[in-house]
């Protein structure tokens, strides 16, 4: 094994328990590389919900909390409200953050509270054996669509930039650089950052949502069917857009105007 | 940080005031809550003081997120804790799961309303009882303390934050809405105290803090001491299990806290909790003809008490009953060792409850050789000392 990954990866936990192919080892690592190369080891904590992606952090040696379906990004502000000092990595899925958790989510995205969320999209939930989630294309045969998805799909980019989010990126696993560096970015915004990172589940999704079966032929479906979007720019049709959508250095961070500080000041007043 | 805005000395508070005074005394450091009839009080006070005292406030999207948000901000090393009511106790239930399986300290208020469903939010009830016990799915034992004063509101907040610290596990501070709402003259300590016991041996999960160096793995799946999920190993789980449930088990009598008012000569015990506490000593008071504070009491409100002196329309003569209290304090875990000891030379129980008679089953079952009787009261209202006296009238009969 490489040395760093040595430092950061419990080698007596492993093997993991990812299937064959699965993008959530490129992730993981993208993240080790971020963190290390921000040197900020002693300085970050990650918290995880419940799914496949919900594994990525529990692997690495770091203060972990795997936490219940849906509710990380909760566990996340409680942690961030006990030590504003420290940085928090929450790993989490399309199920997890859009469906159970998208309360959670679009209430953390509108305080703009500092934490980094990287949102594992395989459009699938691979954990319980491949049903649909939010983000499945419609017309998606799963275990649960048997006769295609009727369902709205949930852009969450979209949604947590509406909802005012500061930084907000989506990367593919055919990215790993240009992930790294928004992990990276991310982290060292001060606001909430929201990373969603396309991957793929040849196991439980495959052919069914993206018409290929084998991880590197969807990888490269990622890599044909996406559009690096830049200011001003328009995707073109049928391309999902990638890239930093959004990156406001000037929102105010949600415990920075929180209560203490103001009460700081009336207690300095009186 | 640790400023403390709280002085000593007397002082007439709310139940729910009080709860927020003594959660900062015992150096609770992160509210975050939403509010919920009759707890709101908690919440509108703590989005005042914890700032004020160098803590955290937040008011989170749902009950849910905020018992999320108190784990989460434990393991970053503050005391944190929420309240809530009714509908809310129930969706933090799965926090609550999560705090007992990964033994996490934090403390859970529940200023009880009726149910179920949106209920009765503005009356009072005793029907959480057994959701306090039973709430989250799954096997884990759950310490309750149940206040019937707004000096034990007090008193037993600062507990529950010693024996969470101390159990390493989740503590239900069962109140209900007569508790706190009511106000009382009640003695408040000066600052803060931040209370961290030593904490038991049979930890069954890594306990350091955040950013302490030590790579914690904070993991919800069964797992060993050090984070590491064993849920697929039958035999390592199920040792597990048994080890967490244990630490609270095996130390049911430690735990305990039960008071008796006239139990000494009494052939009959009123077995009470929380706010029902109060019409059973007056019960008492009222059978025995006691009409001032002279009797020497662990109770302290037995001075507002008979301000109001005897109500006037009572004309039957109780004066023969040999009548005592025992009030539980800590109904979870089920203090069995403690109640059979002290209701040894009793031949009559009687339970009342603000709820179908829930508690009273737990009773029956650990005096079996004793006549239980439940006493259920539903609607809201508490017991009257009459309604008490009556029944233990009937069940001796001697009413004609």
Redesign the interface.
Same mark, same amino acid.
């Given at each position: 094994m490489n040395k760093l990954y040595e430092q950061y990866i419990k080698t007596d936990?492993l093997p993991t328990l990812f299937c064959p192919g699965c993008g959530n080892g490129i992730i993981q690592v993208a993240a080790i590389n971020a963190i290390h190369n921000l040197g900020i080891k002693?300085?970050v /904590?990650c %918290?995880s919900g419940?799914g496949c992606s919900a594994w990525i952090p529990?692997y690495l040696?770091?203060? %972990?909390?795997?936490?219940?379906h849906g509710?990380a990004i /909760?566990? /996340?502000?409680?942690?961030?409200?006990?030590?504003p000092d420290?940085k928090i990595v929450v790993f989490t899925g399309d199920g997890d953050c859009l469906a159970i958790g998208g309360?959670?989510l679009i209430?953390a995205a509108r305080r703009n509270i500092d934490l980094t969320i990287i949102m594992v999209n395989n459009y699938i939930y691979g954990m319980t054996g491949g049903q649909k989630s939010p983000a499945t294309p419609k017309g998606s045969l799963t275990k649960t669509s048997p006769f295609g998805s009727v369902d709205e799909v949930i852009d969450g980019c979209d949604l947590v930039m509406t909802m005012g989010a500061s930084y907000v990126a989506r990367w593919t696993t055919a990215h790993p650089v240009q992930l790294e560096k928004a992990i990276r970015d991310g982290i060292l915004h001060n606001g909430f950052s929201f990373i969603e990172v396309l991957s793929q589940c040849p196991v439980q999704a495959g052919k069914n949502v993206y018409g290929e079966k084998d991880a590197a032929s969807i990888m490269r479906t990622y890599k044909n069917n996406t559009y690096i979007w830049k200011d001003g720019t328009e995707a073109p049709k049928g391309k999902i857009r990638i890239g930093t959508l959004r990156h406001n250095k000037n929102a105010k961070e949600y415990?920075e105007k929180?209560?203490?500080?103001? /009460?700081?000041r009336?207690?300095e007043r009186r | 940080m640790d400023k403390g805005s709280t002085k000593p000395g007397y002082v007439v508070l709310q139940g729910n005031e009080a709860c927020v005074k003594a959660a900062i005394y015992a150096g609770c450091r992160?509210f975050?809550g939403y509010p919920i009839t009759p707890s709101t009080e908690i919440i509108e006070m703590m989005?005042e003081e #914890?700032?004020?005292c160098?803590?955290?406030?937040?008011q #989170?999207?749902?009950e849910?997120?905020?018992s999320?948000?108190?784990?989460?901000?434990?393991?970053?090393?503050?005391k944190?804790m929420t309240a809530t009511s009714g509908p809310g106790f129930t969706l933090m239930q799965?926090?609550i799961g999560?705090a007992a399986v990964t033994e996490t300290p934090v403390v859970i208020v529940n200023v009880q309303r009726g149910g179920p469903a949106t209920g009765q939010p503005t009356l009072s009830s005793q029907q959480d009882i057994y959701q306090a016990r039973y709430g989250s799915h799954g096997d884990y034992e759950m310490i309750a303390l149940a206040p019937s004063t707004v000096q034990e509101m007090y008193d037993f907040t600062v507990r529950a934050f010693e024996l969470a610290e101390k159990y390493r596990t989740p503590v239900v501070l069962l109140a209900d809405e007569v508790v706190g709402h009511m106000r009382e003259k009640i003695i408040i300590k000066k600052g803060t105290v931040d209370v961290r016991p030593e904490k038991i041996a049979g930890i069954a999960s890594p306990s350091a803090d955040?950013?302490t160096?030590?790579?914690?793995?904070?993991?919800?799946?069964l797992h060993d001491e050090r984070?590491?999920?064993i849920g697929h190993l039958p035999d390592k789980s199920g040792e597990f299990l048994m080890k967490l449930n244990n630490k609270i088990r095996k130390n049911v009598d430690a735990i305990a806290d039960l008071k008796t008012y006239f139990l000494e000569d009494s052939d009959t015990a009123i077995v009470a909790y929380g706010s029902v506490e109060r019409p059973a000593m007056d019960a008492v008071r009222l059978a025995r003809g006691i009409k001032d504070d002279m009797v020497n009491t662990t109770v302290k409100f037995v001075k507002n008490v008979f301000k109001k002196g005897v109500p006037a329309a009572i004309h039957t003569d109780y004066s023969h009953l040999k009548v005592g209290v025992i009030k539980i304090n800590t109904p979870w875990p089920f203090p069995k060792n403690e109640l059979t000891r002290l209701t040894r030379d009793v031949k009559l129980v009687i339970v009342p409850e603000m709820n179908i008679g829930k508690y009273y089953k737990e009773i029956e079952r650990a005096l079996p050789d004793k006549k239980v009787v439940s006493m259920p009261k539903c609607g809201g209202n508490l017991h009257t000392p009459k309604e008490i006296l009556d029944t233990i009238l009937k069940e001796m009969g001697v009413n004609e």
């Amino acid at each position: 094994m490489n040395k760093l990954y040595e430092q950061y990866i419990k080698t007596d936990s492993l093997p993991t328990l990812f299937c064959p192919g699965c993008g959530n080892g490129i992730i993981q690592v993208a993240a080790i590389n971020a963190i290390h190369n921000l040197g900020i080891k002693q300085d970050v /904590a990650c %918290v995880s919900g419940i799914g496949c992606s919900a594994w990525i952090p529990c692997y690495l040696k770091l203060d %972990v909390m795997h936490t219940l379906h849906g509710r990380a990004i /909760a566990f /996340a502000e409680g942690l961030k409200f006990a030590r504003p000092d420290k940085k928090i990595v929450v790993f989490t899925g399309d199920g997890d953050c859009l469906a159970i958790g998208g309360n959670h989510l679009i209430h953390a995205a509108r305080r703009n509270i500092d934490l980094t969320i990287i949102m594992v999209n395989n459009y699938i939930y691979g954990m319980t054996g491949g049903q649909k989630s939010p983000a499945t294309p419609k017309g998606s045969l799963t275990k649960t669509s048997p006769f295609g998805s009727v369902d709205e799909v949930i852009d969450g980019c979209d949604l947590v930039m509406t909802m005012g989010a500061s930084y907000v990126a989506r990367w593919t696993t055919a990215h790993p650089v240009q992930l790294e560096k928004a992990i990276r970015d991310g982290i060292l915004h001060n606001g909430f950052s929201f990373i969603e990172v396309l991957s793929q589940c040849p196991v439980q999704a495959g052919k069914n949502v993206y018409g290929e079966k084998d991880a590197a032929s969807i990888m490269r479906t990622y890599k044909n069917n996406t559009y690096i979007w830049k200011d001003g720019t328009e995707a073109p049709k049928g391309k999902i857009r990638i890239g930093t959508l959004r990156h406001n250095k000037n929102a105010k961070e949600y415990i920075e105007k929180a209560d203490w500080v103001m /009460a700081e000041r009336e207690l300095e007043r009186r | 940080m640790d400023k403390g805005s709280t002085k000593p000395g007397y002082v007439v508070l709310q139940g729910n005031e009080a709860c927020v005074k003594a959660a900062i005394y015992a150096g609770c450091r992160f509210f975050a809550g939403y509010p919920i009839t009759p707890s709101t009080e908690i919440i509108e006070m703590m989005a005042e003081e #914890m700032p004020i005292c160098g803590g955290a406030f937040i008011q #989170m999207e749902d009950e849910i997120a905020s018992s999320c948000a108190i784990v989460g901000a434990r393991w970053g090393g503050r005391k944190a804790m929420t309240a809530t009511s009714g509908p809310g106790f129930t969706l933090m239930q799965e926090a609550i799961g999560f705090a007992a399986v990964t033994e996490t300290p934090v403390v859970i208020v529940n200023v009880q309303r009726g149910g179920p469903a949106t209920g009765q939010p503005t009356l009072s009830s005793q029907q959480d009882i057994y959701q306090a016990r039973y709430g989250s799915h799954g096997d884990y034992e759950m310490i309750a303390l149940a206040p019937s004063t707004v000096q034990e509101m007090y008193d037993f907040t600062v507990r529950a934050f010693e024996l969470a610290e101390k159990y390493r596990t989740p503590v239900v501070l069962l109140a209900d809405e007569v508790v706190g709402h009511m106000r009382e003259k009640i003695i408040i300590k000066k600052g803060t105290v931040d209370v961290r016991p030593e904490k038991i041996a049979g930890i069954a999960s890594p306990s350091a803090d955040f950013f302490t160096g030590e790579n914690v793995l904070v993991e919800g799946q069964l797992h060993d001491e050090r984070g590491r999920r064993i849920g697929h190993l039958p035999d390592k789980s199920g040792e597990f299990l048994m080890k967490l449930n244990n630490k609270i088990r095996k130390n049911v009598d430690a735990i305990a806290d039960l008071k008796t008012y006239f139990l000494e000569d009494s052939d009959t015990a009123i077995v009470a909790y929380g706010s029902v506490e109060r019409p059973a000593m007056d019960a008492v008071r009222l059978a025995r003809g006691i009409k001032d504070d002279m009797v020497n009491t662990t109770v302290k409100f037995v001075k507002n008490v008979f301000k109001k002196g005897v109500p006037a329309a009572i004309h039957t003569d109780y004066s023969h009953l040999k009548v005592g209290v025992i009030k539980i304090n800590t109904p979870w875990p089920f203090p069995k060792n403690e109640l059979t000891r002290l209701t040894r030379d009793v031949k009559l129980v009687i339970v009342p409850e603000m709820n179908i008679g829930k508690y009273y089953k737990e009773i029956e079952r650990a005096l079996p050789d004793k006549k239980v009787v439940s006493m259920p009261k539903c609607g809201g209202n508490l017991h009257t000392p009459k309604e008490i006296l009556d029944t233990i009238l009937k069940e001796m009969g001697v009413n004609e």
